[in-house]
């Protein structure tokens, strides 16, 4: 089984930056590919950003594109995402989710709140 534990939330102003980390533990090599979800109040769970167990990323949503960068260090099982330039629209709670064994991993998610 795998555990994911995000950190690195918070309130920050509109323009300012912010790094999300997960770090995994339990049966890391079993890991393949990674990502952050986003979940808002009402709101299906949206794709955020993903990346491969080689490292190869995918960011989504015109909110994120440019601007959110995904990355994983195998060696220290993290995977982090760069948030730059948010805005107010970026405020939500972010997951980070795993896939391992067939099955998806999830944390308990991290508040994220950009104000004006």
């Known amino acids: 089984q795998v555990q994911l534990a995000e950190s690195g939330g918070g309130l920050v102003q509109a323009g300012e930056s912010l790094k999300l980390s997960c770090l995994a533990s339990?049966?890391?090599?079993?890991?393949?590919?990674m990502a952050w979800y986003r979940q808002t109040p009402g709101k299906e769970r949206e794709l955020v950003a993903r990346i491969t167990r080689g490292g190869v990323p995918r960011e989504f949503g015109h909110l994120v594109k440019g601007r959110f960068t995904i990355r994983r260090d195998n060696t220290k099982n993290t995977v982090d995402l760069q948030m730059n330039n948010l805005a107010p629209e970026n405020t939500t709670v972010y997951s980070c989710?795993?896939?391992?064994?067939?099955?998806?991993?999830w944390g308990k998610g991290n508040q994220v709140t950009v104000s004006t």
């Open positions: 339990g049966k890391t090599w079993t890991i393949g590919g």
């Open positions: 989710c795993a896939q391992a064994e067939g099955l998806d991993c």
